[in-house]
T-cell receptor
Framework: DTGVSQDPRHKITKRGQNVTFRCDPI?????LYWYRQTLGQGPEFLTY????????KSRLLSDRFSAERPKGSFSTLEIQRTEQGDSAMYLC????????????FGPGTRLTVL | AQSVTQLGSHVSVSEGALVLLRCNYS??????LFWYVQYPNQGLQLLLK??????LVKGINGFEAEFKKSETSFHLTKPSAHMSDAAEYFC??????????FGTGTSLTVIP
């Protein structure tokens, strides 16, 4: 068990560009979550998957945000036409399906939009 | 709707002193409550959780929290602060186990 990994750890992009982040969950976890964390705030829930099914996406911040988990393993979060307000830390977490299990968090991807 | 309020964005204690980090929740259904710790440049790590059963919950690193329904609180305590406890602490609530609502965090400083 190597924990939840995220790639890249840092991303600097220009406004208007598209960015994609990857999350690799703990291998036996079938739930995967995406959060956004801005400075001085707690993590803000964006979306989650159970296996490959995206069960909640209404909290995605706009239609510029999309997430996929095509084979029920790793997941990607894409932001199209980035804006300066998208600058934040994007966190991924995974958990087992049963009950109120601990979410294991990755180190995050820090996005800076210039 | 659910939410969490953490009173005090910054708390400073002397090494060896009591640590008390406050968390109040709002939930229209029975809540499940969590405390996470975040060290610099690291992911969030679970300290403890309350789901059902005993209202006094013990976690890692000597931390504990008590669920008080009448006060809608889940305050985090540790009898004696250690320098290694300096970090950001987040309280979170969920009713489904899927959507977690986090507080804004409390930064703990431990003074030698």
């Amino acid at each position: 068990d190597t924990g939840v990994s995220q790639d890249p750890r840092h991303k600097i992009t220009k406004r208007g560009q598209n960015v994609t982040f990857r999350c690799d969950p703990i291998s036996e976890h079938n739930r995967l979550y995406w959060y956004r964390q801005t400075l001085g705030q707690g993590p803000e829930f964006l979306t989650y998957f159970q296996n490959e099914a995206q069960l909640e996406k209404s909290r995605l911040l706009s239609d510029r945000f999309s997430a996929e988990r095509p084979k029920g393993s790793f997941s990607t979060l894409e932001i199209q036409r980035t804006e300066q307000g998208d600058s934040a830390m994007y966190l991924c977490a995974s958990s087992q399906e049963k009950g109120f299990n601990e979410q294991f968090f990755g180190p995050g991807t820090r996005l800076t939009v210039l | 709707a659910q939410s969490v309020t953490q009173l005090g964005s910054h708390v400073s204690v002397s090494e060896g002193a009591l640590v008390l980090l406050r968390c109040n929740y709002s939930s229209s259904v029975p809540p499940y409550l969590f405390w996470y710790v975040q060290y610099p440049n690291q992911g969030l790590q679970l300290l403890l959780k309350y789901t059902t059963g005993a209202t006094l919950v013990k976690g890692i690193n000597g931390f504990e929290a008590e669920f008080k329904k009448s006060e809608t609180s889940f305050h985090l305590t540790k009898p004696s602060a250690h320098m290694s406890d300096a970090a950001e602490y987040f309280c979170a609530v969920t009713s489904t186990g899927n959507q977690f609502y986090f507080g804004t965090g409390t930064s703990l400083t431990v003074i030698p």
